[in-house]
C-alpha cells in the first residue's frame, strides 16, 4: 500500500532547499514538509549544545506534521547531532553526511577524497569519520570555507570575487591530490561551476543533495513507503522568520518559486 | 559627584566589541557590561519585528546590571529599531548611526557621503535619514557589503580576496565622487587598512566605534555622569552561546584578551 504521508525536511535556514530540490527531481510524487530555521540561522559557529536543542524542537515539530521520515538536510547538524536525533526521534531519520560520503567511495579511484564545509561541519571530522568506516584505505583532505555560504546567498556565483575566493579554498586540497570533492554544504551547489572550475582538472564533484535524495528513495522502497506514483506532491515550507530578500534568495536554492509558506514564531 | 554605574554596551554578536575598545580607549575609567547575542547572530539579515524582539530583551537584561547609560553598537539595530529602544528604555540609548553621521558631515568637503553596511542597515537607508537631518545639502551613495563580516570574522584582513571584495563594493562609489565613506557596521574597522587601500586618494574613513565613543563622552560629561577619573574600570561580557574560535574572534575585535565572560541561556 501506498504510503502518502510526506517527507520531513529541515535545515538551520534556506540552504536546505538545494535538497528538496533534489528530493523533488528524484522522488516527484512524494509530499515534502520543509523546515527553514531562518530566525536563528546560520548554525555553523555555534555550539554543539545549542545546535543539539533547536535541532530536536524542529523534529519534535516536523513529527506532529505526520512526516514518514526525516531529512536532515544540514551538514552541520547532521556532522554533530545525528546520533542524538536517531535515538529521539519516532521516525527514520537520515543525515546528508552518509549518503554524500556513499557516494564519494563510489566515485574515487585514487582514494583521496576533499571535503569543503562549514567551520562547524570540517571540525566536527564527520565526514572523515564517516568515510573511515566506509573504506579503512580512504585518505582525506578537508578545508572549511566559511565564505561560501554568504557568496552563494549573495549570488556571486561567478566572476572574480567567486573565482579567488574558491581557488583560495581549493588551492591546498589541490596540491594534496584529492580525486573527489564532497561539496560539504547545502548552499555549495550553487557554486558547482565556479569550483569544478578551480579544482585540477578530472576531479569530481558530490553534490551531497543528490546524495541524499538517492539514499532516501533507496531507503523508502525497501521499506514500501513510496507513494502511488500517481499522487500529486505537495511542498509546505514553515519558515521561523522572513528574512530579507527571502523570495529571492529561496528561489535560487529551490530552482522554482516558493509557495505555500507559513512563519512559526514559537516552535 | 561621580557616578561608577557600568556602561551597558550591546551587539548582536562580537563586532561591537570594536566599540568597547573605543570607549576603553576614550573613557578608560568607565566599567562596561557587555552584550553579545552570540546565539542568535546575524541579525543583519533578519526581520524589523524581530531585531526589535530581540533588542527589547536585550535592554531589559542590561538594565537589571544597573547601567547608566545604553550603547547600541549594533548597526542594525541601531537602524532599524532606535526610536522603539529610546521609548522602552529607562536610561538613555545611544546608537552608532547619529554618531557616524555626525563625524562624516564634519569631515566632508564636497557634500558626497559612501555608507558600507550590512543588508538590514543599508535597506533602512537610517544613515541617510541621519545625514540629511543634519544637513540638507548632503548627498549620499550607499552600498551593501554582504560579504564583510565573514570576512573579518575569518581574518582575512589583507591579500587577494580582501582587496578583491573590497574593490568590487567600492568601486561604485568611487565612481560617484564620494570624499568621506562611513563604516557602517561594527566589523569593518577590522578592514580598515585593505578599505583605504580601494577608495579614491584622499577620502576620508569615519569609524563609526570611534564616533559613539566620542558621542558617549560627550553625553556623560553634559550630565555629570563620568566615573571618577582615579576609578579602575571593568569590563564583563555575556553571550549567549559560546561560538567557535570564540576567544580568537572575541580577542581581534576587543584588541585585547576576553576576561570576565558569562554566558546566558535564557535572557
Chains 1, 2 share one sequence.
Not at 70 to 80: E, L, R
Not at 84 to 108: C, D, N, Q, R, W
Not at 151 to 161: H, N, R, S
Request: net charge negative; aromatic share 6%; proline share 4%.
Amino acid at each position: 500500500m501506498a504510503d502518502s504521508r510526506p517527507i520531513g525536511v529541515f535545515d538551520s535556514g534556506l540552504g536546505g532547499l538545494t535538497v528538496v530540490k533534489a528530493l523533488r527531481s528524484t522522488l516527484p510524487h512524494e509530499s515534502i514538509v520543509y523546515f527553514g530555521d531562518t530566525a536563528r540561522v546560520p548554525y555553523g559557529n555555534k555550539s554543539k549544545e545549542l545546535v543539539s536543542e533547536f535541532s530536536m524542537e524542529i523534529v519534535d515539530f516536523l513529527i506532529k506534521y505526520d512526516v514518514k521520515m526525516i531529512v536532515v538536510a544540514c551538514n552541520t547538524v547532521s556532522a554533530q547531532v545525528l546520533d542524538e536525533l536517531h535515538e529521539h526521534s519516532t521516525v527514520p531519520v537520515i543525515g546528508v553526511i552518509h549518503a554524500g560520503a556513499e557516494e564519494a567511495v563510489k566515485a574515487t579511484n585514487n582514494n583521496h577524497i576533499g571535503i569543503i564545509g562549514t567551520m562547524a561541519t570540517i571540525s566536527s571530522k564527520a565526514y572523515e569519520k564517516a568515510l573511515s568506516n566506509l573504506d579503512k584505505k580512504i585518505q582525506t583532505s578537508s578545508q572549511a570555507c566559511p565564505l561560501l555560504v554568504p557568496l552563494a546567498e549573495e549570488g556571486w556565483l561567478e566572476g572574480d570575487v567567486a573565482e579567488t575566493v574558491v581557488q583560495h579554498y581549493v588551492k591546498p586540497l589541490n596540491a594534496n591530490g584529492i580525486d573527489t570533492l564532497i561539496l560539504g554544504c547545502t548552499h555549495y551547489p550553487l557554486l558547482k561551476d565556479v569550483i569544478s572550475r578551480q579544482v585540477n582538472k578530472g576531479t569530481t564533484l558530490i553534490d551531497s543533495a543528490d546524495a541524499v535524495a538517492g539514499a532516501v528513495k533507496k531507503r523508502l522502497s525497501a521499506a514500501g513507503q513510496m507513494n502511488d506514483a500517481s499522487a500529486k506532491s505537495l511542498l509546505t515550507c514553515f519558515i521561523t522568520d522572513i528574512p530579507l530578500h527571502f523570495e529571492r534568495v529561496g528561489q535560487r536554492f529551490l530552482g522554482a518559486p516558493m509557495d505555500h509558506v507559513q512563519t512559526v514564531h514559537d516552535i
